[in-house]
């Protein structure tokens, strides 16, 4: 690869309003790590967020928008005073670095458990259909099954939209630079997208243009408050992620991306393939996909170094997120930059704990700069 096309990766990009310093994502990683009881984001989030500040954009993990968005044990939320406050901590550290920062809005839709709800309530899904072997992880610790959910009744409906309203208010009141609203990985808005979890015979159902009616109300809802230019979406049209599953992908993301072009979305987030898994796990034609949004792309799953810098200096992408080796690499920009080795991950330690495996990833030596 000659450096000329490397140099692509590392050059600005104007996202909307805001200037990013080179092409390089955080990707969204929960690392159930919030205060446990409150959800509430904290000082040492603060410094986990603030070491990887050199991306030209972070996406902050997802983030439960109300109780009943929760999924999986310590998520952070950003539907409470303190959790505001929590997140101000982060964004401050960030901005201090000079980085960039959005916030994933989560609602988990059927991806959860009574015992992580309000009242030890059913889950709300679309239908009462449960993901096919799926568990989650309790605040005790415990691995439990992913039950049956609860259908919503269509009159509830309005005020889960008002919740990603509020919760992106929120967000903004923290202080993140934008918010991307997490349309992936088989949690609500994707349960709403897919025949395999949506059965509704209302208007939320049935016919695609059904079933994008949710997701193009939490889009209106969410870039109203936000502003469309400082919204995102992330999708992953053929990811079984959660036990998700869909006739037809192409049917639904086809015109769904013409609905976020319409609506004017400042990036599209494409998990191309099994969210960390194979990328070809079935056929699906991103490039056509990509072809039909005017902002900016910005691709994720499985990129390298040499990946990262093909798409962007072919024009094909605009911006690349990585997950794991930001895990793994705080400093992520500069190893990408000198093309230096990355550290392994600790696999022991994504989920929950302390500062182990989360904050204490080694830097290059400086001496070596
Ligand atoms: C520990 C972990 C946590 C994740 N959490 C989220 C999340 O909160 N939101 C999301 O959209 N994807 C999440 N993902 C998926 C990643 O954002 C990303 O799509 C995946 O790791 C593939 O990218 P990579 O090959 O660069 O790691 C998570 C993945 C991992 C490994």
């Not at 993990?61 to 998520?75: D, F, L, M």
């Not at 920062?101 to 449960?130: D, E, K, M, Y």
């Not at 918010?179 to 509704?200: C, M, P, S, T, W």
């Not at 690349?320 to 000198?338: H, Q, T, Y």
């Amino acid at each position: 690869m000659p450096e000329q096309s490397a140099d692509a990766l590392f050059a600005p990009f104007n996202l909307g309003p805001i200037t990013l310093a080179n092409r390089i994502v955080m990707a969204p990683l929960t690392r159930n790590r919030a205060t446990h009881g409150t959800d509430v984001p904290h000082e040492l989030n603060a410094t986990y967020y603030s070491q990887r500040a050199t991306a030209g954009l972070l996406i902050a993990e997802a983030t439960q928008i109300s109780p009943t968005g929760k999924g999986y044990a310590w998520t952070p939320g950003i539907y409470s005073p303190e959790q505001v406050a929590g997140w101000r901590l982060v964004t401050t550290a960030v901005h201090a670095k000079g980085g960039k920062i959005f916030l994933q809005l989560w609602h988990v839709g059927r991806f959860s458990h009574p015992a992580l709800q309000p009242g030890g309530q059913l889950p709300v899904a679309p239908s009462a259909i449960a993901p096919v072997d799926q568990k989650t992880f309790l605040e005790d610790g415990t691995f439990a099954p992913v039950g049956t959910p609860r259908a919503l009744e269509r009159s509830e409906i309005a005020g889960i939209v008002d919740d990603y309203r509020t919760a992106t208010r929120n967000a903004l009141d923290a202080g993140f630079d934008g918010v991307e609203i997490h349309a992936a990985n088989g949690y609500l808005v994707d349960q709403f997208l897919r025949d395999g979890a949506n059965k509704r015979t209302d208007d939320y159902g049935g016919s695609v243009a059904n079933r994008l009616r949710f997701a193009q109300e939490v889009i209106a809802a969410v870039s109203e408050i936000a502003g469309p230019e400082r919204t995102g979406i992330r999708i992953s049209p053929v990811s079984p992620a959660s036990g998700l599953s869909d006739s037809d992908p192409s049917a639904v993301f086809f015109p769904l991306v013409d609905a976020i072009d319409a609506a004017g979305l400042v990036y599209v987030h494409v998990i191309e393939g099994a969210t960390g898994g194979p990328r070809d796990v079935a056929p699906f034609d991103y490039h056509a996909l990509r072809k039909r949004f005017r902002g900016a792309w910005l691709v994720n799953n499985g990129y390298t170094r040499e990946t990262a810098i093909d798409a962007i200096a072919s024009g094909y992408a605009d911006l690349v997120a990585f997950g794991k080796p930001f895990i793994a690499n705080p400093d992520l920009v500069e190893r990408l930059r000198r093309n230096a080795p990355l550290n392994a991950l600790d696999t022991e330690h994504l989920f929950g704990g302390g500062a182990q495996g989360y904050t204490d990833y080694p830097a290059l030596e400086s001496a070596a700069r």
